[in-house]
């Protein structure tokens, strides 16, 4: 059987004298543990950015084009899918929690909630702050989903991951993802984590399958700085999204854009995710890209 293997800190050999805090763990993924045949993303960007807003519209997108769509929220404080569930649903860790680790005593409905137009939801949660490792969460998750034959027949899983956080463990879903798509703003922040996630992104393709799908630019009316920093580095926007109140809005009615009142504006941002998903869904060339160091983004773009 696939398994992840979970090793105490009192066994790992470190220069310090006690523990890193209380609980805490290491992980060591299986590399041989795989989601399936369905098309992976993981979505990256900045904190803040709208990662979960473009993660839970993309998923209806894809419903809506007659897919079987899963969502997996990589984030303690589990509020990918709200929009989609209407609610904050329990994480893995919490019903792994409520059974003593004892994964064999869970049930599908322990963990995975259906949202709006039937897209399965799950919020794989986080360790305590400080004690634990974001990759022991997600391959958690994963083995639960394939242990529970979950993944055999979605064609679609999207990852929504924790901010700009590219350490080992956060980093762990593109070690399953196929693409990774890079969420940011017409802004000199957003660019510059934009450009921390890429190293990792690429960092990742070195030993998996994982490779760079591109960008969207969201709560961005103009793109010349997303535009500047792709010319250099060698990415491609695939959709664009405007700053708008009526993405607000929808939040504040714990609504997908697909739920909204018709209007020329939903109207047009739903049509942009399902471009977007009807793109990804077609296939895309991998984009070869470099990163830049942090001095030359500041020279192209930080002293204007």
Not at 219 to 236: C, H, M, P, W, Y
């Amino acid at each position: 059987m696939m398994t992840t293997t979970t090793v105490p800190v009192s066994r790992i050999s470190r220069p310090a004298k006690r523990p890193d805090g209380e609980g805490s763990v290491q992980v060591e993924l299986d590399p041989n543990l795989k989601i399936g045949k369905a098309k992976v993303f993981a979505v990256y960007g900045k904190g803040g950015i709208g990662k979960s807003t473009t993660s839970s519209n993309l998923s209806v997108a894809f419903s809506k084009l007659g897919k079987r769509v899963l969502q997996i929220g990589c984030d303690p404080k589990h509020d990918s899918t709200f929009t989609l569930t209407k609610k904050l649903v329990p994480t893995v860790i919490d019903s792994l929690e409520a059974v003593d680790f004892h994964s064999e005593e869970l049930r599908p409905e322990d963990y995975v909630y259906v949202g709006y137009n039937g897209v399965m939801c799950v919020e794989a949660g986080g360790p305590p702050a400080g004690t634990g490792c974001g990759g022991y969460v997600v391959g958690q998750t994963v083995k639960l989903l394939k242990e529970h034959h979950l993944l055999e027949d979605t064609d679609v899983v999207i990852f929504d991951v924790l901010g700009d956080v590219v350490c080992g463990g956060f980093a762990a879903p593109l070690q399953h993802a196929d693409k990774a798509l890079i969420v940011t703003a017409n802004d000199f922040d957003s660019i510059f984590a934009m450009n921390r996630i890429l190293a990792a992104i690429l960092a990742k393709s070195k030993n998996y399958n994982v490779r760079v799908g591109g960008v969207i630019a969201n709560r961005s009316n103009e793109t010349d700085q997303i535009d500047r920093f792709n010319n250099a580095v060698g990415l491609k926007t695939m959709a664009q999204f405007p700053h708008d109140d009526i993405v607000r809005q929808s939040r504040l009615r714990k609504s997908t854009m697909f739920e909204m009142e018709d209007s020329p504006g939903v109207h047009a941002l739903q049509q942009e995710y399902l471009r977007l998903a009807a793109t990804l869904l077609a296939g895309t060339e991998p984009q070869e890209a470099a990163p830049m160091r942090d001095r030359d983004i500041f020279d192209l773009l930080g002293f204007q």
